[in-house]
């Protein structure tokens, strides 16, 4: 059975789950073959997740480059050739790669996939409103897939470990002088969370997104927000939900303040129930909701949490 | 300093977005176009390193349509001086790879740029990468979804913001600079501006003129196709209360139905 490349996404030594989602799909096409591009010792600490979750093949590529993504594209480059394809994340980092790995080999892109089979992938486009079926007219197509849209299915692979060199890079690259990571915090991550719970501009202001936050963490959500609000200052631009922030697709959306913008819908009108508190009753937010109160949010949120908190009790 | 930008025109994502039933391309015919709004900032990204610099060039470069010739006199009525518009009937239908491909070719056609400025990500399409392609077409180092953008003498540094979290990147120029959607306001165009753009230089170029072979173009010589699409029913619309002092508590009910909590 043909390989298929899984570039496995990691920070500081700690996997993100979307590599075992990638393995997960990789399945589909072939034999998984993890690769781990890092710094020393990288691949070791990843290599039992990595097996557990399919990996047939470990490829170890270390480097201490400070050439940006450089390294993931030439490494790939290298093992691209035998390969019937190569999965990576649709990350902004993983797109970047992707998109230069497919124009240096003339690989079909196919990009931001919610589903992969032998024929072809499934893609979700304009927020969800249409979908569509593609498939690449090249050999080993580059393919990016959405964070979230793949269930993990864990069922081990042979684990075989192979180190391999990193070309140099060809052509000037951009170097990375510094790197300040995102403080988790203790909420689920936005793209991972069954549960978000996001405010808008109706919120007010930076000190009463409290509110927000305080339901979120009755229901162990993650907290997002809308445009609106981030450009207000009121919340972090990594929390905005929409077209221009991230694409959600959580068991329970509930928005608060939030007038529904056909922007703001494009990211979490495919979440499976939608609530919305809006005190205007013609905000188009319950065009889309399941279940809409019309009122304070100030009242409404507050309330909603007590009674969330009791039954937890 | 000479720098690019690339500017695309896109359908207005206020309007709704179809795809076409007989190739599966954007339905061009039922929608508003605009300037992609990321695309403003890239210009407007452009205008403030001019402006620093003390003098400069901005050259507009965009693919498309004979109308995205709107999109490229919003950005030359922002203040970029000159433009190349490649537009060919040929290219309807490209893919990622040949744009990218194509767009180096009509960047090629700008002698003597120093930078190259794009928008982070097109708000009609998954790619956003197309930058970085370019880059590597090129040779040129790519420093994407820049917050921050500065140049000091040859060096470009960038502040690049994204999921992960905060990248610093530096880089010699010639290089390719994507921005991101916090790096800045888009001026408003005055009407001095208006009125200036009508008078400034555009190259209109078919692919001949831009060096660009028919068969690394369109539809039928994309690496990828979309073999069908469809769209959603749309969700409908569940029941609206309104609050009567217990709005908090019919959620809670609601949910517990739906077995959510
Ligand atoms: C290219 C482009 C990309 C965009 N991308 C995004 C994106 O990614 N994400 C995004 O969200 N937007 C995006 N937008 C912006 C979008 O068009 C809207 O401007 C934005 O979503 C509005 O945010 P909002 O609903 O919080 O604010 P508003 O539209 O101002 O709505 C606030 C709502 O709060 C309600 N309200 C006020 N006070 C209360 C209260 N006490 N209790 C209950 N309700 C109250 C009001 O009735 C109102 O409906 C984009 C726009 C463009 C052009």
Known sequence: ??????????????????????????????????????????????????????????????????????????????????????????????????GRLAVRTGSGLLSDVVGVTGDGVQHSIFGGAYTAEAKANTEHPVITVRPGAIDIEASAGAGARESVEVPAASGRQATVTGREPIQGGSRPELTEATVIVSGGRGVGSAEDFTVVEGLADSLGAAVGASRAAVDSGYYPPQFQVGQTGKSVSPQLYIALGISGAIQHRAGMQTSKTIVAVNKDEEAPIFEVADFGIVGDLFKVAPQLQDEVTKRKG | MKIVTLVKQVADTY???????????????????????????????????????????????????????????????????????????????????????????????????????????????????????????????????????????????????????????????PAVVSVGEKSNEPRYPSFKGIMAAKKKPVNNLDLAGAGIDGSEVGLANALVSVTSSAPKPPKQAGEKVTDEGDGGAKIAEYLVGQKLI
């Open chain 2, 15 to 173: 309007s709704e977005r179809k795809l076409s039933d007989s190739d599966h391309t954007l339905d061009r015919e039922g929608t508003e176009a605009v300037i992609d709004e990321i695309n403003e900032r890239a210009v407007e990204q452009a205008l403030l390193l001019k402006e620093a610099a003390g003098d400069g060039e901005v050259v507009v470069v965009c693919m498309g349509p004979d109308r995205a010739s709107d999109a490229i006199r919003k950005a030359l009525s922002m203040g970029a001086d000159s433009a190349v518009h490649l537009s060919d009937e040929a290219i309807h239908g490209s893919c990622a790879v040949q744009t990218a491909r194509a767009l180096t070719k009509l960047i090629g056609t700008v002698e003597g740029w120093d930078l190259v400025i794009a928008g982070n990500s097109a708000s009609d399409g998954q790619v956003a990468a197309v930058p970085a392609m370019v880059a590597d077409l090129l040779g040129v180092p790519a420093l994407t979804w820049a917050n921050e953008l500065s140049v000091s003498g040859s060096t470009v540094t960038v502040k690049r913001e994204t999921d992960d979290g905060v990248t610093h990147l530096s880089a010699e120029l």
């Open chain 1, 1 to 98: 059975m043909a390989e298929v490349l899984v570039l496995v996404d990691h920070v500081d030594g700690e996997i993100k789950k979307t590599t075992y989602e990638l393995l997960t799909a990789a399945k589909a096409l072939g034999s998984p073959s993890a690769v781990v591009v890092g710094g020393a010792g990288a691949a070791d600490k990843l290599a039992d997740g990595l097996t557990e979750h399919g990996a047939d093949k470990i490829y170890a590529a270390e480097t201490d480059s400070t050439d940006f993504l450089a390294p993931e594209v030439a490494v790939l480059e290298s093992l691209i050739g035998s390969a019937a394809g190569v999965l990576i994340s649709a990350s902004a980092n993983g797109k970047e790669v992707a």
